[in-house]
C-alpha cells in the first residue's frame, strides 16, 4: 500500500492512495482509528454510491457505524448543516468514543471534518475522498469549515484527520465536469511546485478525465506528496504554506461573487491565468506563463467572460483571510513550477492592478 | 506579577493574578499578544463595568480595538451567539491579524474562545476573567465551546489563550451571589488536590464572599495553580485531567434538567455532595466526606430539595460527554483532597445507584 505521511503538531498521520483500497476500509478503521462508535457522513448523492456501501462494509466487519446525510452541494457547507449533523450525532446517543468518516467530496471532508473539530471539543475524523478534489486537496492538511454570507471558510478549525483512504477508482463515479474541477488543483500543484509533473498532467488529461485508474492513481498520488510535503512544512499556514494559495486570492473572490455558482476549479483556473498575469505585469512572473495555463486550463473548464460585478468581487477579495490590514495578498510565480518567495512566499498587489485585471479578464474571460 | 505557566501542546502561556493588573492591559496585550487590531467580546452588563472601559484603555495606548457584546447569561451560550458574534467581526472587516480579548464569566471567556477557535480557523484569544468562577476555572485549560438543547459544552474546541489577565480586585463588581458560585469551583480543588487549602477557604469564606482583595488574591492564585498543574499534565482530559470533573457528571445534569435555570455552582455543590455519598455507598470515599461538604457548601448556595425530574436528569446523565457506551462515569474522593484513582480517575457507576442518590438529593435536598 503507498501511503505518503503528513506531519502534523499532533503527529503524522497516513494518506493512502490506492486502486481498490477503499474495500480494506474496515480493517484500516480498526488499525489507525479504533472507536466504539463510527458516524459515517456523506452527502445524498454520495451516500448511495459510496457512504452507504462503506458504512455497510463497516458493519460486516462486526463494528458499529451508522450513516448521516445532508443534501449535495456547496449549499450546503454552512453552519447549519454543521449544527444539524452534529444534532443528529447526539441524539443518537455518540459519545467521546466516536470517529466520524467523511466519504465525499470536498464539502463533505470539510464539513464532516468540523463536525468532528467541534463535536464535544472533538473526536478523531477519517477522511474518505471520492472526487479527485477533495483526494488531492482537501483531505489533506487538516483544513475544516464552513461558508458563511461574507464568504467561503471563513469559519472552520485545523483538524488532522486520522488516516486519509483515496481509492481514485472511486472518481469514475464522479461527473465528467466535475472531474476536471478538480485536475484545475492537481495543475495549481505542478505550476507551483513541479514542472515535470504540469506536463505529465497536460499531456495525460483525456485519461485523467476518463478516470482511468492507474493514470489517476499516480495523478493523485503526485498531488498528495506535494501537498503533503508543503503541509509538514508549514500546517498552520504561517509561511511556505502559502504557495497553496496560488489561483486562491482571485480564485476564492470570484467564487464568493457568483454567489458559488461558479465551480471551486473553474473559480480557481480563472484565478491561475489572472494571477500570472499579475505577476507579469509586475515583472516577476516569466511573460508568456499566464497563456501557457489559459491553454491547458481551457481543457479543462470554461474560461469564456464571467457576469461577475467587478466591485462585488473587489470586496470579498478585501476580505479574504490571508489579507493583512485589508490588502489582499496574491502568490505569484516566477515561471511555472517555482514561485516567487515575495515576502512569506506572496505578494501584497495594490488594488488598481488587481481591480484592472479583474474587470479586463471576467469581462473578455480568458480563454487563449 | 504573579504568573502561572501552563502548558499546552502548541507551548505555554501565562496566567497572571494579581489585583490591580488589569490596569496593564494594554501593554500586556501588545507583549504577549501582538495584533493588528483586537476584538473585545463582552456580555451587556460586564461590557459597561470593564468590557468597554478595558478597550478604551486599549484604544488610549494607541492599538486599534472595538467592542462586541452579547446579552448576558447563559443562555446566550448557544451556537447563534456564536454565529452573531462572528459575522459582526467579519462585517467590521476582522481578518487573521485579529486577537480576541474575553472580557467577562465564564460564559464570555467560553464563548469568545469558541469565536476566537473557529475565526477564519483560528484566531489568538487573551482571556481577561471577572468573576471568581472565570478566573480559576473557565479561562484556564483551553476548553471552549457552547451549550446546545442535548446538554451543556457539548459543542466547543480546545483553544488555550495566549494570556490570562485575573484582577481579583474585579470580583468586587460581582453580585454577591454569583461570587459564591464561583466558590464553588475553588472548594472542588481543594477537595480534590489540596485538604489544606480546602481548609483555609472554609475558614476565610466571609473574606472571600466580601470580595477582600487580598484574601481574592490568594484563593485565585492557589486554584490556578491547581488546576494549571492538573492540565499542564493533561490537556485534552485523557486521563488525570478527569479529577477536575468531580462534583460534574451530576452538576451538569442537574443543571441542564432545570433547563439551566439552576447556577453552575448551585449544580456542582449538589454534585459534589451526591458523588462523595455515592462514593461513601460504594466504600470508596471516607464516610462523613459528603456531610463535611454539605456544610461548607451550604455557606455558599442552598442545598435545599430541587423540583426536578429525576428521570430527565438520568438522561442528561447518559448523554454527559464523558460518559463511555452511555455508561456515565463518576470522580470518587478518597478522602478530603485525594481523588481515588480508579480506572482512568474516575468510576463507572451503576445507573441504580445514581438514580437513587440522585432522586432522594434532589427530593430532600442535600442540606446539612
Redesign the interface.
Known amino acids: 500500500m503507498t501511503a505518503v505521511r503528513v506531519q502534523t503538531?499532533?503527529g503524522e498521520y497516513p494518506v493512502l492512495v490506492e486502486v481498490g483500497v477503499l474495500a480494506d476500509l474496515p480493517g484500516l478503521l480498526s488499525e489507525h482509528a479504533p472507536a466504539?462508535r463510527y458516524a459515517f457522513i456523506s452527502d445524498d448523492n454520495v451516500a448511495s454510491l459510496h457512504g452507504h456501501p462503506s458504512m455497510e462494509a463497516v458493519r460486516a466487519a462486526g463494528l458499529d457505524a451508522s450513516l448521516f446525510t445532508f443534501p449535495a452541494g456547496e449549499a450546503s457547507k454552512t453552519?447549519k448543516s454543521w449544527?444539524i449533523l452534529?444534532?443528529e450525532l447526539?441524539?443518537a446517543?455518540f459519545?467521546?468514543?466516536t470517529c466520524v468518516v467523511a466519504v465525499g467530496g470536498g464539502v463533505t471532508t470539510d464539513l464532516a471534518g468540523f463536525v468532528a473539530?467541534?463535536?464535544?471539543?472533538?473526536v478523531p475524523v477519517v477522511q474518505v475522498p471520492t472526487s479527485y478534489l477533495a483526494m488531492i486537496d482537501a483531505s489533506v492538511g487538516g483544513?475544516?469549515?464552513v461558508d458563511?454570507?461574507?464568504?467561503k471558510?471563513?469559519?472552520?478549525?485545523?483538524h488532522a484527520p486520522r488516516l486519509v483512504v483515496a481509492d481514485p477508482e472511486v472518481v469514475r463515479t464522479l461527473p465528467k465536469g466535475e472531474r476536471a474541477q478538480g485536475l484545475v488543483e492537481a495543475l495549481k500543484h505542478g505550476a507551483i511546485l513541479d514542472a515535470a509533473y504540469f506536463e505529465r498532467l497536460r499531456s495525460g488529461l483525456d485519461a485523467l478525465l476518463a478516470a482511468e485508474p492507474l493514470a489517476a492513481e499516480e495523478a493523485v498520488l503526485r498531488s498528495v506528496e506535494i501537498k503533503a510535503d508543503v503541509v509538514s512544512q508549514d500546517e498552520r499556514e504561517g509561511g511556505f504554506r502559502q504557495v497553496l494559495n496560488f489561483g486562491h486570492t482571485l480564485g476564492h473572490a470570484l467564487e464568493a461573487a457568483s454567489q458559488y455558482g461558479l465551480g471551486h476549479g473553474s473559480a480557481v483556473a480563472f484565478g491561475m491565468v489572472l494571477e500570472a498575469e499579475v505577476g507579469e505585469r509586475l515583472g516577476v512572473t516569466q511573460a508568456g506563463t499566464s497563456a501557457v495555463l489559459a491553454a491547458v486550463l481551457a481543457c479543462l473548464v470554461d474560461l469564456g467572460p464571467l457576469p461577475l460585478d467587478a466591485e462585488a468581487t473587489l470586496r470579498f477579495l478585501?476580505?479574504?483571510?490571508?489579507?493583512?490590514?485589508?490588502r489582499p495578498r496574491v502568490v505569484l510565480l516566477r515561471t511555472l513550477g517555482e514561485v516567487d518567495p515575495g515576502r512569506g512566499w506572496s505578494h501584497e498587489v495594490g488594488e488598481d492592478l488587481l481591480a484592472e485585471v479583474l474587470s479586463q479578464g471576467t469581462a473578455r474571460g480568458v480563454s487563449p
Open positions: 503538531r499532533e466504539r453552519r449544527s452534529t444534532d447526539l441524539e446517543g459519545g467521546r468514543d473539530a467541534t463535536f464535544l471539543r472533538g483544513k475544516t469549515g458563511v454570507a461574507a464568504g471558510n471563513l469559519v472552520g478549525a485545523f478585501r476580505a479574504d483571510k490571508k489579507a493583512r490590514a485589508g
